[in-house]
């Protein structure tokens, strides 16, 4: 597709369930990031995945957070034993290539519409 | 650890005032500064960007920011709001190991 697309737009949960959360990064784009925004808070950085490097995963909040890329491309976010302080909008980025010394089109992310998260 | 602050939590403006929004960042060496925007309903967006050299960088829509690395700012300006400028306005900075750092964002409000 055009852009970064996430499914599914809207997910509503129990606490205590496990929920995945999936993106579909730009074709060809190297980089993907999750990132959790909540209510009256920036973006909160979770993860990010560069081509065939071991992920970043120093933002995730707990280890009840984790999250996949498979074959370079798409991404899932699980969240195991959900609970309310997880209600968010995750949001997942794409971007062509990493390197503060790149040219023009370096390092923009491209942003999905996010997934929002409901636990109840 | 690192981190972006936005002052201005929520800005009011009429159409046709000048804006500026204003954006610190902690020292971390070489960065890449970013402002995205996020229209209501719509999905985060970029405005502009800095890499390197003129520190006074034009993004779309007339926006522009200036960094000063002095100041460790990146502040966000336009010179004529119009209605359509009302969004969220997020200010991101990329340290070495590319960790992306956003701000908390600003939310601008423009009254036609």
């Known amino acids: 597709g055009a852009g970064v697309s996430q499914s599914p737009s809207n997910k509503v949960t129990e606490k205590g369930k496990d929920v995945e959360l999936r993106c579909d990064p730009i074709?060809?784009?190297?980089?993907l990031y999750w990132y959790r925004q909540s209510l009256g808070q920036g973006l909160e950085f979770l993860i990010y995945f560069q081509g065939n490097s071991a992920p970043d995963k120093s933002g995730l909040p707990s280890d009840r957070f984790s999250a996949e890329r498979t074959g370079g491309s798409v991404s899932t976010l699980t969240i195991q034993r959900t609970q309310q302080e997880d209600s968010a909008v995750y949001l997942c980025?794409?971007?062509?290539?990493?390197?503060?010394?790149?040219?023009?089109?370096?390092?923009?992310?491209?942003f999905g519409p996010g997934t929002r998260l409901t636990v109840l | 650890a690192q981190s972006v602050s936005q002052h201005n939590h929520h800005v009011i403006l009429s159409e046709a005032a000048s804006l500026e929004l204003g954006c610190n960042y902690s020292?971390?060496?070489?960065?890449?500064l970013f402002w995205y925007v996020q229209y209501p309903g719509q999905h985060l967006q970029l405005l502009l960007k800095y890499f390197s050299g003129d520190p006074l960088v034009k993004g779309i829509k007339g926006f522009e920011a200036e960094f000063i690395k002095s100041k460790f700012s990146f502040n966000l300006r336009k010179p004529s709001v119009q209605w359509s400028d009302t969004a969220e306005y997020f200010c991101a900075v990329m340290y070495t190991g590319n960790q992306f750092y956003f701000g908390t964002g600003t939310s601008l409000t423009v009254i036609p």
């Open positions: 074709s060809g784009h190297t980089a």
């Open positions: 020292y971390g060496g070489t960065v890449n």
């Open positions: 980025a794409s971007s062509a290539a990493l390197g503060l010394a790149g040219g023009s089109s370096y390092n923009e992310q491209f």
